[in-house]
Every structure is written in structure tokens, then in C-alpha cells.
């Protein structure tokens, strides 16, 4: 199955910076990328996702970057408030039409 | 967005014993729902993927006769956990994908805490 890393684990930036995480997939057949946000005992919630022709993607203070052929993308927040303090999941969906998630990015936006 | 409900949202059970949960999609069609299982601060680990009219296809190292999936429906997914033990405690959460679609998000249950004593 698709194998896919995330990093870092943990984040910590100060209100108003930009954050920055990076996924890697291992399956080349992969074509969905969605990130999801997770806070404290809540669902998993889809913030952005890119599709493989497409190489970025913005929504207001969330963009994602997909390079297909080194197979990594990237989740950027920029202008970060408290309420962005959650846990961000990348992952990766195959032919298969499975979702394989990343590790999970701890994020903390301190005041 | 569409909405994929679980039920229960909490259960204790004693050891042995069985529980079901169930994963359904209120408003949209879903021929393919996953199943998956997240320790405390970690990442959701996908166990299997059940698939209306046939059988689930389960992750490598999950028990198939351990975590049992029906997919009875194009609205209706779920997953028992036989024989309890307090090993099993853990966070279960069922998303599913509208049929028919590919490349879309998967919306998500609220999730299921399992706690066996």
C-alpha cells in the first residue's frame, strides 16, 4: 500500500507566521491529495486538497504545493491566528481509492 | 459539506464481549467506506475498506475475523469488534467517499471511543 510521511511532528510558530508542513507519498499511481485538520476530539475536517495536475493551489491563508515527480507536498499557512492551533493530517489516495494519511503535524500558534 | 454519522460515540464494555459500530452516510450514496483506528496524539491508521455487496479488504496486520465489517448498504457500514480485549481500547472513525466519484474528500464520523475493562 501507499506510504506516506509527514513532518515535523510537532509545530510551533508565533501568531502572524507562516507554517509550513511537508508530506512525501511512495505510490507514483497516487492522484488525490487532501489535507485535513483535526482539533482535540473533533472529526477530521478537509481544509485543501490538489489533484495531480495541478502543481498549487491557494485558499486565502491556505495553500498547497504538489511536486509529482520528487512526490512530496506541502501544506502553507501564512498570517496564523490561535484558532489554527490544531492537528493537520496530510494524506494520499491511490487508485484504490484508499485514504493513507500521514503522521499527523501538531500545531500550536502561540499569542 | 455531507455528513457521514457514527454511532455509539462512546462505549465501555467488559472483556469478551462484543460491540458493533455503525458508519453512516446521511445524504450521499457511498459504495466504499473506511475504517480507522487513532491512538492518543497519533495518526489514523486505515484497518480496512468495506465495500457494499462484498467483503471488507483489510489492511496488512489487522484481523479480519477480529474486526468484523458488513457493508449491508450504499448508506450503511459496520464494524464489530469481537472478543474484546482491554488492548482494543481505542478511537475508531469511518469516513466515506460519494459513490461514483473519484479524486474527492472523504467526509468523516464523529468517531468512536472504545474503552474495554
Given at each position: ?111 | 459539506?455531507?455528513?457521514v ?18 458508519c453512516?452516510s446521511?445524504?450521499?450514496?457511498a459504495?466504499t467506506m ?60 469511518c469516513s466515506a467517499r ?8 472523504a467526509f ?10
Open positions: 500500500g501507499e506510504n506516506v510521511e509527514q513532518h515535523p511532528s510537532t509545530l510551533s510558530v508565533q501568531e502572524g507566521d507562516s507554517a509550513v508542513i511537508k508530506c512525501t507519498y511512495s505510490d507514483s499511481a497516487s492522484n488525490y491529495f487532501p489535507w485535513y485538520k483535526q482539533e482535540l476530539g473533533k472529526r477530521p475536517q478537509l481544509i485543501i486538497d490538489i489533484r495531480s495536475n495541478v502543481g498549487e493551489k491557494k485558499d486565502q491563508r491556505i495553500a498547497v504545493t504538489l511536486n509529482k515527480t520528487a512526490k512530496h507536498f506541502s501544506l502553507h499557512i501564512t498570517e496564523t491566528q490561535p484558532e489554527d492551533s490544531a492537528v493537520y493530517f496530510c494524506a494520499a489516495s491511490s487508485a484504490g481509492n484508499q485514504f493513507y494519511f500521514g503522521t499527523g503535524t501538531s500545531l500550536t500558534v502561540i499569542p | 459539506g455531507a455528513v454519522s457514527q454511532h455509539p460515540s462512546r462505549v465501555i464494555c467488559k472483556s469478551g464481549t462484543s460491540v458493533k459500530i455503525e453512516r446521511l445524504d450521499f450514496q459504495t473506511f475504517w480507522y483506528r487513532q491512538f492518543p496524539k497519533k495518526s489514523l491508521m486505515l484497518m480496512a475498506t468495506s465495500n457494499e455487496g462484498s467483503k471488507a479488504t483489510y489492511e496488512q496486520g489487522v484481523e479480519k475475523d477480529k474486526f468484523l465489517i458488513n457493508h449491508a448498504s450504499l448508506t450503511l457500514s459496520t464494524l464489530t469488534v469481537t472478543s474484546a480485549h482491554p488492548e482494543d481500547s481505542s478511537f475508531y472513525i460519494a459513490s461514483g466519484i473519484m479524486n474527492t474528500e468523516f464520523g464523529q468517531g468512536t471511543r472504545l474503552t474495554v475493562v
